[in-house]
């Protein structure tokens, strides 16, 4: 139900805070980002059957000691080749893209 709203909204020309992080994983010690959910990846898949065009997800890192916020630049889900292995890649890119603006950051 959540998935099917997002795509509904993002139709409606809103925008969509995802939050993927899994809350029950351990997180990285030198981060503290926890591994991510990939539904949001799920999200880019429905927004293009729905619409035809690519969803652009930004990376977000919140650096807690020193109060500061980092945006990247927008990333791209390409289902090339396998499905999962396309997901797992498109994971991946962002976790690793919130990971270094959060070390840039700190």
């Known amino acids: 139900a959540a998935l099917r709203e997002s795509v509904a909204l993002l139709g409606q020309g809103e925008r969509v805070l995802v939050l993927p992080e899994d809350p029950h994983r351990p997180a990285d010690a030198d981060t503290h980002i926890r591994p991510f959910h990939y539904g949001f990846v799920e999200l880019c898949r429905l927004h293009r059957r729905a619409s035809g065009a690519p969803l652009a997800v930004y990376p977000v890192a919140v650096h807690l000691p020193s109060r500061r916020i980092s945006v990247g630049g927008a990333l791209f889900h390409r289902e090339v ?9 498109t994971t991946a890119e962002v976790r690793d893209a919130v990971r270094g603006l959060y070390l840039a950051l700190g």
Not at 81 to 89: L, T, Y
């Open 81 to 89: 080749g396998d499905w999962r292995a396309s997901i797992e890649r």
